[in-house]
Structure formats: C-alpha cells, structure tokens
C-alpha cells in the first residue's frame, strides 16, 4: 500500500528557501503520479507541482513557476519540492499526493480529487 510523508517545512523569512521532501513506501515509486498542494488558511487545496510517471513529465502552477522547482531521487524513493524566493502568500500546510491509478507513462493531473493517497502535510510559515 502506497504511503507519503512530508517533511522540511518551517519558518523561514521572505525571500528565502526551503526544499520539502516527501518519503514514497509501498509502491513502485516510478509507475505512479504524484503532486505536491498547499491550503493557505482559510482556502482551498491548491496545485502546485507535479510529475508524471514516469518523471520525465512535469507541471508547476503559474503562480510559482520560477520558484518552485520540483524533482525525485529515484534511489530513495523521494520526491521534493524546492521553494526559492518565497513570500508571506506562499504561507500553508504543503501537501504530497499520490495517484495509484495505471495511467500512460507521461499522464499529469492537478485536480485534487485525482489523487487518493496524502500525506499528513507539513507546515510552511513565511516571516515579511
């Protein structure tokens, strides 16, 4: 059974960075989908990144492109996040998602909903 857990969130000031890391159990860590979100306070789960299957795919929100990078080391089963740059808004619990459906090599998805399997979530505090 496929498992996610968050970690290397904090608080960190405006204009600095902070890599998350999100430890993939149970699975073949290269035959499935998975994302990274966020839920700012008061809002809605929010897309941020994801990466295909296969890996050789990957989407990042419009909003942080350019700042948010996101990657895996296959050798420890481990998908990341790396935020530059950051800013009070990019305050939230960051989420990592796993999609355990079979889909073709290269298939992405930022809908929540397509994604059954969540970490607990990490938090992210920026200071301005």
């Known amino acids: 059974q496929v498992q996610v857990v968050e970690s290397g969130g904090g608080l960190v000031q405006a204009g600095g960075s902070l890599r998350l890391s999100c430890a993939t159990s149970g699975g073949s860590f290269s035959s499935i989908v998975r994302g990274w979100f966020r839920q700012p306070p008061g809002k809605d789960r929010q897309f941020m990144a994801a990466r295909s299957a296969r890996g050789a795919d990957t989407a990042v929100a419009g909003c942080v492109k350019g700042r948010f990078t996101i990657s895996r080391d296959n050798a420890k089963n481990t998908l990341y996040l790396q935020m530059n740059s950051l800013k009070s808004e990019d305050t939230a619990v960051y989420y990592c998602?796993?999609?355990?459906?079979?889909?073709?090599?290269?298939?992405?998805?930022?809908?929540?909903?397509?994604?059954?399997?969540w970490g607990q979530g990490t938090q992210v505090t920026v200071s301005s």
């Open positions: 998602a796993a999609d355990r459906a079979v889909h073709s090599a290269n298939y992405i998805t930022a809908r929540p909903r397509d994604y059954d399997c």
